[in-house]
């Protein structure tokens, strides 16, 4: 008879820290979603708290870097640390502006507004949104897409 043997779990590997660019951090993304299969989400790779798996990233950069950097769920931005509270802006208006879209059939921006600004009024009338950020937030004219420099 036969006997199967187990197989021993490698322990994941300790990655090295490293001085990493924010660039250096968005082409190991990059790298991932073009080799990643397409019913692989990207989002795998953002933690709940908006962090960046470096384990997935491993193959594509040798280390994790020293600072920290955050990527938007909704947009797929990233960010340096000092950005966090703008990720997390990003993504609720991202979400409420879809959400009003998908309720009223019409994009939450100040009328006749040529950048498209977003109408936080109009989010908070229907409770789409928990605070108003305090920077604007616009949206681009390809998918709709919230973005917080103004074009």
Not at 83 to 106: G, H
Not at 124 to 134: A, F, Q, S, V, W
């Amino acid at each position: 008879m036969w006997i199967r043997r187990k197989k021993k779990k490698s322990a994941p590997r300790e990655l090295e820290t490293m001085d990493l660019s924010l660039n250096d951090i968005r082409k190991a993304i990059n790298d991932y979603a073009e080799k990643k299969s397409d019913r692989v989400p990207l989002s795998v790779i953002i933690n709940e708290d908006l962090t960046i798996d470096y384990e997935l990233l491993a193959h594509f950069i040798e280390g994790k870097p020293r600072k920290t950097f955050y990527m938007s769920r909704e947009t797929y931005e990233v960010f340096e640390e000092e950005n966090l509270q703008l990720a997390k802006d990003i993504d609720m208006m991202q979400r409420a502006v879809d959400a009003y879209v998908q309720q009223e059939k019409e994009l939450p921006v100040i009328e006749d507004d040529p950048y498209r600004r977003v109408n936080c009024y109009k989010l908070e009338r229907l409770g789409l949104i928990t605070h108003r950020p305090d920077r604007e937030f616009y949206i681009t004219k390809e998918e709709y897409m919230v973005d917080y420099e103004r074009k």
